[in-house]
């Protein structure tokens, strides 16, 4: 299996030159990758400047980075003693039929992974070389073993969480000396990327892509994207960033962000389901945003900030405050994404490890106000990870450790223009700004398409209409009404 693509000078020259027309790049310095290369390693959600920077920090006592760094060491999951569990098959999800004998073991393969990230993470900000090998004795031990994925509808979202999160674990390890790098691309690819692709396409054995909440692609899209990158394959990233901007599915950012309403804020779908699954849905898209933005794609700006006003949003109504709200509804009784007539009740203590990357994107690589998100950052400082926020699943979405990882000091560079490839810094290099990759040519150049091409033009034949609402402006405006066949039992996200 070939995992890499060869990505010539042209195309890496091309990609260049076509970063600066792309959107929100003329506020931000972005400097490319020397020419002749490739992808940026480490380049998922750590850069080798941010791993720099968290070490330095660190060292020299400085706050909240040691407040973060704490949390880190206390975490059971971040001890060098950690001892893994591999298995040849993880399930998760019961069907409801008398034939079910699945044991649910999924909790042993997201135990395991926290363990590699955290120790890898530690590793790098200590230069304590025993978190490095423990890291890499988990991820080698599930790369021997694990051949599939199982389980009911729940599968895939077990394939999009833990393939993303997987990758991002050996991504901090993946120069180690004994890291089996191809053995474990190979298993990213065959078991976790393979049914994140399926699911974008299928949706489950061909159900009606409308049918899934919003977090069922954007934890695949997460997944496709890791993978690509990882991988060295600009195919799987060019498919990640298309369906992030268009996608036919409630995961795509005009469909997750539907309406942006007079006020500045923007909607999210599941505001009328939620709260969990609404900081879950933000904590995804944030994740989608920040590997692009560290191979040079900008998500984060895409459509004139659309994710910054839907993070707000969220933000403001998970702080206790009034937030507009749009209600979409569907055409029949099936189950599937439910009637909602009003924002859901949102409890101001109920807190996840989702804002320091965002808040920190917009106000510090940016330098844009964003006021509810650096509220509910403060608020969830310092943000812990795995196992810090219950022992189920819910607790083990995000990787976290934000205050850790993404606090930053203010760029002094946020009006600078791209430079060229020629006075590109190496790959690692001491900067925030973000890398430009190969990645970013096809990336860059596709448009946004004109007003309700997205929404209309899904192909599905399950968005069947809008209908104008008062008081707001979105793609296609107003009130979404979707038709979904009943197929495949909705998990927790």
């Not at 480490?42 to 330095?56: K, V």
């Not at 298309?242 to 962000?257: L, N, R």
């Not at 309406?259 to 999210?268: F, N, P, Q, T």
């Not at 009740?345 to 989702?354: G, N, S, Y």
Request: proline share 4%; net charge neutral.
């Amino acid at each position: 299996m070939d995992v890499t693509r060869q990505i010539s000078r042209r195309t890496i020259l091309k990609a260049t030159g076509a970063a600066a027309g792309a959107v929100g790049l003329a506020t931000v310095a972005t400097p490319s990758v020397a020419a002749g290369g490739t992808f940026a390693h480490p380049g998922l959600l750590h850069t080798g400047a941010d791993l720099a920077r968290m070490a330095a920090k660190v060292k020299a006592g400085a706050s909240p980075y040691t407040a973060g760094y704490a949390k880190l060491t206390a975490n059971r999951h971040a001890q060098s003693d950690w001892t893994p569990n591999p298995q040849a098959i993880v399930y998760r999800g019961v069907e409801l039929r008398p034939r079910s004998t699945w044991p649910q073991n999924y909790g042993i393969l997201y135990n395991d992974i926290h363990a590699a990230y955290q120790n890898a993470l530690r590793y790098h900000v200590s230069g304590d070389s025993a978190h490095a090998d423990t890291a890499v004795a988990i991820l080698n031990a599930w790369s021997a073993k694990l051949t599939k994925v199982d389980g009911s509808a729940d599968r895939f979202l077990a394939a999009g969480i833990y393939g993303y999160q997987v990758a991002n674990a050996a991504e901090l390890v993946r120069d180690h000396g004994d890291f089996e790098l191809e053995r474990f691309q190979k298993m990213l690819v065959d078991v976790f990327y393979s049914m994140s692709e399926d699911f974008l396409v299928n949706h489950n054995n061909g159900t009606a892509a409308p049918h899934y909440w919003p977090n069922w692609d954007l934890c695949n899209m997460a997944c496709v994207l890791a993978t690509g990158i990882f991988c060295d394959d600009q195919a799987k990233v060019e498919r990640a960033v298309e369906y992030f901007k268009h996608g036919v599915g409630m995961g795509s950012i005009k469909h997750a962000i539907h309406v942006v309403h007079d006020d500045g804020l923007a909607e999210w779908m599941e505001a009328g389901r939620d709260q969990g699954h609404s900081l879950f849905g933000v904590g995804l898209m944030g994740t989608v945003c920040e590997m692009a933005w560290n191979q040079g794609i900008d998500l984060y700006g895409y459509d004139d900030n659309r994710f910054l006003k839907g993070a707000q949003y969220v933000a403001k109504w998970s702080l206790g405050g009034k937030v507009p709200y749009t209600p979409y509804a569907q055409v029949d009784n099936r189950p599937g994404i439910q009637f909602t007539t009003q924002v859901a009740p949102a409890d101001p203590t109920h807190v996840r490890p989702v804002w320091a990357m965002i808040a920190n994107h917009y106000t510090k690589r940016r330098g844009l106000s964003a006021t509810y998100l650096t509220q509910i950052a403060a608020k969830a400082a310092p943000e812990g990870g795995g196992g810090d926020y219950g022992p189920n699943s819910g607790g083990f979405d995000q990787l976290g450790f934000g205050t850790l990882a993404f606090t930053r000091d203010k760029a002094t560079d946020t009006k600078a223009t791209p430079k060229p490839a020629a006075s590109a810094p190496a790959s690692g290099a001491a900067s925030d700004a973000r890398p430009q990759t190969a990645a970013t040519a096809s990336a860059s150049a596709s448009a946004s398409p004109a007003a309700g091409s997205d929404l209309a033009a899904t192909g599905s034949g399950e968005i069947v209409g809008w209908t104008a609402a008062a008081g707001v402006t979105a793609v296609a405006g107003g009130l979404l009404f979707l038709r979904r066949r009943d197929r495949g039992r909705h998990g927790a996200s």
